[in-house]
């Protein structure tokens, strides 16, 4: 009879709401915030502000006056001015959430950290690396905080799978594989086939699974990457393999084309985690497996968590407050590390931006 490895012992379950594994966003100090760019992503910011924080939005920019005032008077917001100078220019406004396309994230998160406002910047953090740099390069100067808005990185379930493999719960980490793919019938001009805008996978969703397979697992040293572009000459689908130490590897895909499982899975030497579709929103299940020959279910726990937005929020109302220009969860070499990824997946699969 062959020895079978001995079981882990079984995880203790955080809280319904995973409040024992980050901190209370309503505890966070109150912060005032401008939106600037108000889309679709921009109404679920709002609201977590305002009704999951301590926190609140007086003021919204658009290029459009129209539109600023329609997202004004939907969430309550005060003030609502035509153009992204006026709402960095007011006051009141401490804090600004950049909500533009990619390819305004550089311009719009200068403007505001120049007006001497903290910026919440919408992940990807911008086009490529020379822009990430000239953001933090202007944080720096003008002595204010700047964080790529990657909100799954301060969730409570992403938070336990991290203690699960600091604790070596499942071993020796082996492979990490995640996946963000959604099927999106686009016209040729909307931002995500637009050159002009940055559009393409990568920026809008592959930054997900990659963002997720650097937290856990740290900067790569090697990064291959093979797709296929859409017809405006941006990227539609890429496959990434990331060498990572010894004999660790992450497979991460992305793909507008299609809706994949958008699942994640930790393996180690004693087990794995698995977190189910889709796995970087808020209120994802998160399975513990041994690596026995039954693979034994050990854990299995969702947190209860409406919204999601209110974790990255509160990180930057607490990290404002407490004269710090970087989150320890999304620190700037962080954002750096997933932008160099990004910007060789492109490289090799070849996808340039106009003016790159």
Known sequence: MTDQPDLPATPALPGADGSDLVPDPMAAPPLRWGILGPGGIAHKLADAVQELTAGSVV???????????????R?????????????????????VYVASPHSAHRDHAVLALEAGKHV???????????????????????????????????????????????SGQIGEVVTLTADHGQALDLAAD??????????????????YPVSFALDLLGTPASVQATGRLTETGVDGQVGLVLGHRDRVVALVGTTLWTKTPTTAVVSGTRGSIEIDGDFYQA????????????????????????NG???????????VAEGRRESERMTWDGSRAVMA????ARRQ????????
Not at 287 to 302: F, I, M, Q, S
């Open 59 to 73: 003021a919204v920019g658009s290029r459009s006056a129209e539109r600023a005032a329609d997202f004004a008077a």
């Open 349 to 356: 699969v070849g996808v340039v931006y106009p003016g790159e």
């Open 75 to 95: 969430h309550g917001v005060a003030r609502s001015y035509g153009s992204y100078e006026e709402l960095v220019a007011d006051d009141e406004v401490e804090a």
């Open 283 to 306: 209120g994802a299940t998160v399975r513990v497996r041994a690596a026995d020959r039954g693979r034994t279910v050990l854990a299995e726990w969702r947190a209860e968590v409406a």
């Open 309 to 319: 937005f209110q974790y990255e929020v509160a990180e930057v109302a607490r990290c």
């Open 190 to 207: 909307h931002r995500l086939k637009n050159p002009d805008l940055a559009g393409g996978a990568l920026l809008d969703l592959g930054v």
């Open 341 to 344: 990824v990004l910007d060789e």
């Open 120 to 166: 919440l910047v919408e992940k990807a953090l911008a086009r490529n690396g020379a822009e990430v740099e000239e953001i933090f390069a202007a944080a720096e100067r003008n002595d204010r905080f700047a964080m790529e808005a990657m909100w799954t990185r301060h969730l409570p379930h992403v938070a336990w799978v991290r203690r699960l493999v600091a």
